[in-house]
């Protein structure tokens, strides 16, 4: 069983940073690609960032330097640091697995979710 356990969520100031984590059971590396995604309230679920199994990555546009994407194969985890911390990141982060098509950061290439972490950024 697939298993994606997200933690690290909290609310932060503006300007603040967070260290989301994911821990991955379950799932096959070799070909995968982990990723994070995020949904606000009223908005539909984007690509935050993504890591394959050669550690490429790719970024949501608006991403802009602030966020970090990495994995720890050792312990299974998947890691999110998100820096310069702006109000309109402010959603639902969730932890997603799925083929080496998910770089592309769409969400019809995701095979698993996990059940998300809230960050809420005040200004």
């Known amino acids: 069983v697939v298993q994606l356990v997200e933690s690290g969520g909290a609310s932060v100031q503006s300007g603040g940073s967070l260290r989301l984590s994911c821990a991955v059971s379950?799932?096959?590396?070799?070909?995968?690609?982990l990723a994070w995604f995020r949904q606000a309230p009223g908005k539909e679920r984007e690509g935050v960032a993504g890591?394959?199994?050669?550690?490429?990555?790719s970024y949501g546009d608006f991403v802009q330097g602030r966020f970090t994407i990495s994995q720890d194969k050792s312990k299974n985890t998947l890691y999110l640091q998100m820096n310069s911390l702006k109000p309109e990141d402010t959603a639902m982060y969730y932890c997603?697995?799925?083929?080496?098509?998910?770089?592309?950061?769409?969400?019809?290439?995701?095979?698993?979710w996990g059940q998300g972490t809230q960050v809420t950024v005040s200004s």
């Open positions: 890591i394959d199994s050669d550690g490429a990555i």
């Open positions: 379950g799932y096959t590396y070799s070909k995968a690609c």
């Open positions: 997603a697995a799925g083929g080496s098509f998910l770089l592309a950061l769409l969400t019809s290439d995701v095979n698993y």
